[in-house]
């Protein structure tokens, strides 16, 4: 009797599934909003693929770095190996495939077209494809020759009117086979929360780019670049409106721990200077250590990864939270970045929405200057957004001098050399803004569809599998463990022998009939170990001589 793999579908995922199972296309776009759960679809869906057709490799492009291991674990879970280590070369023959990156397909496209002929491809956050014409022309490059391609959006649009690759367009929108919103969701019930947006007032004054004096509350009415500077000045970290803000969001998160001791923070920032800046304001008003996660830290994601499953407070982030990262204890957030684009204001809440089993559904709180720009984006988060290639007139670029408030004056180009300073910031009082009605009660568990698919079998040389606490570990962390392994014993080797290290791997590698450790399985890997294991015995093993022994003469 064949094994088979036991998956649980909420409603929507169950009738995206289904449609997709019954498509011939050879792709299919799912719009799904963020908390939703694309990427247990995603996974149904290649478990789906493989069954059809065992041998197909497999390709998950993520967004970010961050999100490679991440996809991994899930796909571990589901019986799939992926390496989120891949770089161009060969992949071991023990890993039904990888997970990269967009900017990887830019800067490999050809090494990747060779492994995608006939695989199945996940494109997460497709408009990614978009982002530059270079993307886009790689990702056409590399999964052209596909045999199933998944592409996957939660914000599927873009400002720069790119057509993106394996998309349909209709009127020049981007048209899914599937789509499923936030106000869905909500209706659902079980699948995301709800967000609250306090909107925080106050005074700024400041040296505008030629160094005049200029000060504006966030009800007058302003310019665009007035604006822009306006809203930089107010999330100066040294100024008082910020620290207003941080301090309410601590009181709100310190509420919202006494019911749920884990829940936790998180305040995006605008750059690594300013978001270490803020961290230290709220050290100050915490009186513990807050953590950040900025792109320059090589540790960041680990440091993501560890907040995530620790029940420390608060974070402090640029980008590296802004889309995919799966937090869900986060209930509490200040938006305190110049970045106010609807698509990123739309990535950010959607770290907010993540709904676990057994939560009361009790709203998330995330705090807002109150700028017009993201009074309009929060005020219409449950509006459907499809991706838009119509050409643009030079008065649609955005909210428009009206939506801001602002007078008919025009925008001011900043100098070269700014001269932009940033001198005070009032807020007004921001506890006054929240209104968040506790709900402790716990809401109930939404309808699961049981789905039974064919378990995936594992491939040459992969069948090693280890569990920790009857949870096998995935296919990647084993491997990077074996790897770390086999080059402590070869330094060890090294140094008994005096040997080189290029020495010491080729002998290692016959010993253990591997051609390359980079394309090794897990099983090769085990007997490189041994072989190291055996021939460091061989060099500190102590011969005594026998009793009775005589010397030859």
């Avoid at 020049?172 to 019930?189: K, R």
């Avoid at 800046?277 to 709220?282: K, P, Q, S």
């Avoid at 491939?459 to 599998?465: E, M, S």
């Avoid at 102590?542 to 030859?552: C, L, M, N, S």
Wanted: glycine letters at 6%.
């Amino acid at each position: 009797m064949s094994q088979s793999l036991t998956v649980s579908l909420r409603p929507w995922q169950k009738e995206a599934f289904d449609q997709l199972a019954l498509s011939a296309a050879r792709d299919f776009f799912v719009v799904a909003t963020p908390g939703a759960g694309k990427t247990t679809l995603a996974l149904t869906a290649i478990v789906h693929q493989l069954a059809q057709n065992p041998t197909d490799p497999v390709v998950v492009v993520s967004p970010t770095q961050h999100l490679k291991a991440q996809w991994a674990r899930a796909a571990g879970r589901f019986g799939l190996a992926l390496d989120p280590g891949w770089r161009p070369g060969p992949i071991p023959a023990d890993f039904h495939g990888i997970v990269t990156t967009y900017q990887q397909v830019a800067s490999n496209a050809e090494a990747l077209r060779s492994h995608a002929r006939n695989a199945v491809v996940v494109l997460d956050e497709i408009h990614h494809a978009g982002d530059e014409r270079t993307w886009g022309g790689a990702v056409l490059q590399a999964f052209q020759h596909a045999r199933f391609r998944l592409s996957l959006s939660g914000t599927p649009f873009r400002s720069d009117r790119c057509e993106i690759p394996f998309l349909q367009y209709q009127d020049f929108e981007a048209q899914p086979d599937f789509e499923y919103g936030y106000g869905e969701a909500l209706g659902d019930g079980g699948v995301v929360r709800p967000v609250v947006f306090p909107r925080v007032g106050g005074a700024m004054e400041w040296l505008d780019a030629t160094g005049t004096l200029q000060n504006a509350t966030f009800a007058d009415r302003v310019d665009r670049t007035t604006a822009s500077q306006r809203l930089r000045t107010a999330l100066a970290a040294n100024g008082d409106w910020l620290r207003t803000v941080l301090r309410a969001a601590d009181e709100q998160l310190s509420q919202t721990r006494q019911r749920f001791p884990s829940a936790a923070g998180l305040v995006i920032a605008m750059d690594q200077n300013h978001a270490r800046d803020v961290a230290a304001v709220l050290e100050r008003i915490r009186g513990r250590r807050v953590r950040v996660a900025t792109s320059d830290d090589p540790r960041a994601s680990s440091h993501i990864a560890s907040f995530a499953s620790s029940d420390d407070p608060w974070l402090v982030a640029v980008r590296m939270v802004s889309e995919g990262v799966d937090i869900p204890r986060l209930r509490v957030g200040v938006y305190a970045t110049t970045t106010t684009t609807e698509l990123f204001f739309r990535q950010a809440v959607g770290r907010f929405v993540r709904w676990m089993p057994g939560d009361a559904d009790e709203p998330a709180v995330l705090f807002l200057p109150d700028d017009a720009r993201l009074a309009r984006w929060a005020n219409t988060l449950t509006e459907v957004r499809r991706h838009d290639v119509a050409p643009r007139r030079d008065d649609d670029a955005g909210p428009t001098d009206e939506d801001l408030g602002a007078t008919l004056d025009a925008v001011r180009p900043e100098p070269q050399l700014s001269l932009f300073e940033a001198i005070s910031a009032t807020a007004d009082d921001a506890a006054e803004s929240v209104e968040v009605f506790a709900r402790s009660e716990v809401a109930p568990l939404p309808v699961q569809h049981v789905l039974d698919l064919p378990a995936v079998a594992p491939r040459v040389g992969g069948d090693a599998i280890e569990r920790q606490d009857d949870v096998a570990v995935p296919h990647f962390e084993q491997r990077q463990a074996l790897r770390a392994a086999n080059a402590e014993r070869a330094r060890t080797i090294v140094h008994l022998t005096g040997r080189s290290h290029a020495q010491v791997n080729i002998e290692l590698n016959r010993r253990s009939g591997i051609s390359a450790i980079d394309t090794a399985t897990l099983d090769a890997l085990a007997r490189r170990k041994k072989a190291a294991d055996t021939w460091i015995d061989e060099l500190t093993s102590v011969k005594t001589p026998r009793i009775g022994f005589q010397a030859d003469r």
